[in-house]
């Protein structure tokens, strides 16, 4: 499977400490859209200090107009007051939901926890319908879980 292979690759990125955090994010985010064919956007949003808002972080994919994104506004607002992962399989079938692009079909946000608290996380759009398993959550939550480790 694709995604015990790359968590080989995310270890390796994680630690490398020649780089720089955001630096070592972007890798991760380039490694996922790269070798998984159904991430088309990949992205890190992080708690902007005591604010109730999410702050872009690295991420590749189209650009987007979405760098700052309120508590509880689209799928990543949601996440952060929820602390849960979110798997939407049909972006039109979501209320709350901020469009990026009309070629994204689906989303999957899950949270970053440092000492038990939210502090970001990593979202990823597909032009996919319904792309996402529960192997796709497990992943990202391996990921996270590293991603944490070096924060």
């Given at each position: 499977?694709?995604?015990?292979?790359?968590?080989?690759?995310?270890?390796?990125?994680?630690?490398?400490?020649?780089?720089?955090?955001?630096?070592?994010?972007?890798?991760?985010?380039?490694?996922?859209?790269?070798?998984?064919?159904?991430?088309?956007?990949?992205?890190?949003?992080?708690r902007?200090?005591?604010?109730?808002?999410?702050?872009?972080?690295?991420?590749?994919?189209?650009?987007?107009?979405h760098?700052?994104?309120?508590?509880?506004?689209?799928?990543?607002?949601?996440?952060?007051?929820?602390?849960?992962?979110?798997?939407?399989?049909?972006?039109?079938?979501?209320?709350?939901?901020?469009?990026?692009?009309?070629?994204?079909?689906?989303?999957?946000?899950?949270?970053?926890?440092?000492?038990?608290?939210?502090?970001?996380?990593?979202?990823?759009?597909?032009?996919?319908?319904?792309?996402?398993?529960?192997?796709d959550?497990?992943?990202?939550?391996?990921?996270?879980?590293?991603?944490?480790?070096?924060?």
């Amino acid at each position: 499977m694709i995604f015990e292979a790359l968590k080989t690759n995310v270890e390796t990125i994680v630690s490398n400490t020649e780089n720089s955090t955001n630096e070592r994010l972007l890798h991760i985010c380039q490694l996922l859209e790269k070798n998984i064919n159904y991430y088309n956007w990949v992205g890190f949003y992080f708690r902007n200090g005591n604010k109730k808002e999410l702050i872009l972080g690295p991420y590749v994919g189209a650009p987007t107009d979405h760098t700052i994104i309120p508590f509880g506004k689209g799928i990543c607002g949601q996440v952060a007051l929820s602390n849960k992962n979110f798997v939407v399989p049909d972006v039109t079938a979501q209320d709350n939901y901020i469009a990026c692009s009309i070629s994204v079909k689906a989303e999957i946000v899950v949270p970053i926890f440092v000492n038990g608290e939210n502090i970001g996380q990593i979202d990823i759009d597909s032009n996919t319908p319904d792309p996402f398993t529960e192997s796709d959550e497990r992943f990202l939550e391996f990921v996270c879980h590293k991603v944490s480790e070096m924060l």
